[in-house]
């Protein structure tokens, strides 16, 4: 391919990924503020943005720090909620089945709720896209450097403003996340796990160590990954019939 037709596809992906990065940034300034509440390094902060790149899990460990929960519950707490990946994972898998091992691990690293959200869409209107990874790429990347960026706003001034954390600034997350999630309600599986998550969530909404949040996203796992199974096993029958 040629260098122009990849750089232009990059530069699509980051294009079209601008919206997210809008809603990410408060969300980015707010992790890097909350890291001073806890006994982590500033470095130690930016470090684990670096590394593992994911937003609800980092503030999920940041919080159970700062409640002094053991290592294992921080472990198996980011790690449930996390599983949603892989169905992020296996939806776009058909997509990129194709690259060299290389790719598939570095579009993994990258792959967010909101790159997930544009590339859904993006795989949607050109399924048959021979360099849909390139604008994967641009999207991945604009999102990784945007978390960076303000992860390190947040931890400079959080420092000089110990409040940054209760100006309110996560409702824009809350859009964020909204804009990504309504649009996937028209198909079954994905209503029924957001229906079965927020009514697990509310269920267990008193649980300590926000348990009832990683009950929530478990129900909403299991009922999705069930949903599309069942459906995927009609479809095949149907076809063979």
Same mark, same amino acid.
């Given at each position: ?24 940034a ?42 002094l929960?053991?290592?294992l ?25 194709h ?17 997930f ?41 959080g ?11 996560d ?9 990504i *999630? @309504?649009?996937?309600?028209?198909? /079954?599986?994905?209503? &029924?796990?957001?229906? #079965? =998550? !927020?009514? $697990? +969530? ?7 160590y ?10 909403? *796992? @299991?009922?999705?990954?069930?949903? /599309?199974?069942?459906? &995927?096993?009609?479809? #095949? =029958? !149907?076809? $063979? +019939?």
């Amino acid at each position: 391919m040629p260098p122009t037709s990849a750089f232009s596809h990059c530069m699509a992906g980051v294009r079209d990924t601008v919206p997210m990065l809008v809603g990410a940034a408060p969300f980015g300034m707010i992790f890097g503020a909350l890291v001073g509440t806890t006994t982590l390094a500033p470095w130690q902060g930016q470090l684990m943005s670096l590394s593992v790149f994911a937003g609800s899990s980092q503030f999920i460990a940041v919080g159970l720090m700062a409640g002094l929960a053991s290592a294992l519950v921080i472990w198996f707490a980011t790690l449930i909620v996390n599983l949603r990946h892989m169905l992020y994972a296996a939806a776009l898998l058909p997509h990129v089945r194709h690259l060299p091992q290389r790719w598939r691990w570095l579009l993994g690293f990258l792959l967010t709720d909101e790159t997930f959200a544009v590339m859904d869409s993006y795989y949607r209107k050109h399924p048959q896209a021979p360099h849909g990874h390139w604008y994967f790429l641009g999207s991945g990347l604009s999102m990784y450097a945007n978390w960076q960026c303000w992860t390190l706003v947040g931890l400079v001034f959080g420092a000089v403003f110990p409040q940054l954390q209760t100006l309110g600034l996560d409702f824009a997350m809350v859009v964020t996340f909204l804009s990504i *999630v @309504v649009p996937q309600l028209r198909r /079954t599986p994905h209503l &029924a796990a957001a229906l #079965a =998550a !927020g009514a $697990m +969530a509310y269920a267990l909404k008193d649980l300590p160590y926000k348990l009832g949040l990683l009950g929530a996203v478990v129900a909403g *796992v @299991v009922v999705g990954m069930l949903l /599309t199974q069942w459906r &995927a096993r009609q479809a #095949a =029958a !149907g076809s $063979m +019939a």
